[in-house]
């Protein structure tokens, strides 16, 4: 069932321009701050927007970010990921490029996004880049609500729900509908999410991630046309404090 967003003239119209955008960003030149030689950065099997596997279905999710422990002595690296990707805390997480890598160490529920944080192995620490696949730099910080506008230009990299090997990896361009502290709501195809994937913006903002809510809950719609809300990081890093995890990209 479809939940309807009843915007006002002013906001449609805003809504026209930004599916204007969206098609001009997929043929956009580099945006400020990726050098064109990012494109020929090296994979890592531990980055935003590589593969991990589903333990139980065998299918794949994505990577989102890198999260470094603010603590100046035995500081611990992660990364994050859906929640729907693992068995829950304590579990293994598994990548299809360098098996076994971490612990799943703290969870959220749908209704909060899904996010789920993996505690990196130290022995992997040697596989793990901040590097976006399909961007070729690493995020220079992140939105907030303040500075993320409706019309930015986004992209994300990662696998659609179903994938089962690294070349059904998908690179798609939007556009930035609205955003909270919490939420933002994009024009990047939601019918089937790239689970976990980062969504940065072209400067190399990270937004937030892409998860599964909206496909599971239903789709909010501006008119005809189908948006999707997603976390944003803003409001996994307050809950990741909360939590007690004090941590920052």
Not at 75 to 91: D, E, H, L, R
Not at 99 to 128: M, S, W
Not at 143 to 149: F, G, I, L, Y
Not at 210 to 223: A, H, I, K
Request: proline letters at 6%; one cysteine or more; glycine letters at 10%.
């Amino acid at each position: 069932m479809c939940r309807c967003y009843d915007a006002p003239m002013a906001r449609m119209n805003r809504t026209r321009i930004v599916i204007a955008l969206t098609a001009a960003v997929a043929f956009a030149t580099l945006p400020a701050g990726r050098p064109a030689s990012a494109l020929l950065t090296k994979d890592f099997p531990i980055q935003p927007g590589a593969p991990m596997m589903d333990p139980i279905s065998g299918s794949y999710c994505t990577m989102n970010y890198v999260f470094k422990d603010r603590a100046k002595k035995n500081a611990k690296t992660y990364i994050g990921t859906v929640s729907g990707c693992t068995p829950g805390v304590g579990s293994r997480a598994h990548s299809p490029e360098v098996g076994a890598f971490g612990t799943v160490v703290y969870t959220e529920l749908y209704v909060h996004g899904g996010f789920a944080l993996i505690q990196i192995d130290r022995n992997k620490l040697k596989h793990v880049s901040r590097v976006v696949r399909g961007f070729g730099a690493a995020p220079s910080g992140y939105t907030t609500s303040r500075t993320a506008n409706a019309g930015d230009p986004l992209i994300t990299h990662g696998y659609p729900l179903g994938a089962t090997h690294g070349a059904q990896a998908v690179t798609r361009f939007g556009v930035l509908g609205e955003v909270t502290s919490t939420r933002y709501w994009s024009l990047i195809q939601p019918n089937i999410q790239e689970m976990g994937s980062p969504v940065i913006r072209a400067d190399g903002m990270a937004v937030g991630i892409s998860d599964e809510e909206s496909f599971l809950w239903g789709q909010w719609t501006v008119g005809a046309l189908p948006i999707a809300r997603y976390p944003t990081v803003e409001g996994i890093l307050k809950r990741l404090r909360a939590a007690g995890f004090n941590v920052t990209l």
